[in-house]
């Protein structure tokens, strides 16, 4: 979805190295969010926000981090990549006015190695 | 939790209805059911969600029985553009509840079209 943007959209880096994934959105949503996928499996929920004062950990935050800069930017930053982070990773917003709040807006996806 | 149980794989022809069953025994009254579409190398996209009976839009229909402790998409005269995973969720996205359950995706089910 144009509207949610993500950059950048691959990204080749060594085991150790501190990494930056940002996500942008012009959709006016609350909630972000961000997922990683591994190859053949479903999305992983890492961090979730539902406005900026407000995020949460999801399924596998550990070895990641986010900042919510401001309504429409939420980073995710790899501390430490380490080659297991080597995945696909999207950025998604949602409306808590749907029903549900469940209708979310997925970006183009990053794709990241980890050497 | 609630968890979801899909068929991993699914094969049709063109012009066929496709119906994918989801199994959710350990739904929650509040757990509304979504279904999302995802191609390769793409972010997930909304096709449907529904609470309860049936809901249908331009490109399915969501049956839900009575008891809610399953649902089936049903997709219309399949094209070869519809080969693609599909996700069953389950849950709700709000502060109130475990947002965790909404934002769980499971393997899906892969549906092969064929010409």
């Known amino acids: 979805d144009a509207d949610v943007t993500q950059t950048p959209r691959n990204r080749i880096t060594k085991t150790g190295k501190r990494i930056m994934l940002e996500c942008s959105q012009t959709k006016g949503h609350d909630r972000m969010y961000w997922y990683r996928q591994d190859p053949g499996l479903g999305l992983q929920l890492i961090y979730y926000?539902?406005?900026?004062?407000?995020?949460n950990k999801g399924e596998i935050s550990d070895g990641y981090s986010v900042s919510r800069q401001a309504q429409a930017k939420f980073s995710l930053s790899l501390e430490s990549a380490i080659p297991n982070q080597t995945a696909l990773y999207f950025c998604?917003?949602?409306?808590?006015?749907?029903?549900?709040?469940?209708?979310?807006?997925f970006g183009p996806g990053t794709r990241l190695t980890v050497l | 939790l609630a968890k979801t149980t899909q068929p991993i794989s699914m094969d049709s022809y063109e012009g066929q209805e496709v119906n994918i069953t989801c199994s959710h025994n350990n739904i929650a009254t509040n757990d509304y059911i979504t279904w999302y579409q995802q191609f390769p190398s793409q972010g997930p996209r909304f096709i449907i969600q529904g609470y309860k009976t049936k809901v249908t839009n331009e490109v399915a229909s969501l049956f839900i029985p009575a008891d809610r402790k399953s649902s089936t998409l049903s997709l219309p005269r399949v094209s070869l553009s519809d080969t693609a995973v599909y996700y069953c969720?389950?849950?709700?996205?709000?502060?109130?509840?475990?947002?965790?359950?909404?934002?769980?995706f499971g393997g899906g089910t892969r549906l092969m079209v064929k010409p």
């Open positions: 998604a917003t949602s409306d808590p006015d749907g029903a549900g709040g469940s209708e979310q807006f």
């Open positions: 926000s539902f406005d900026v004062k407000d995020i």
């Open positions: 969720l389950v849950g709700v996205i709000s502060p109130f509840y475990n947002a965790g359950n909404m934002l769980t």
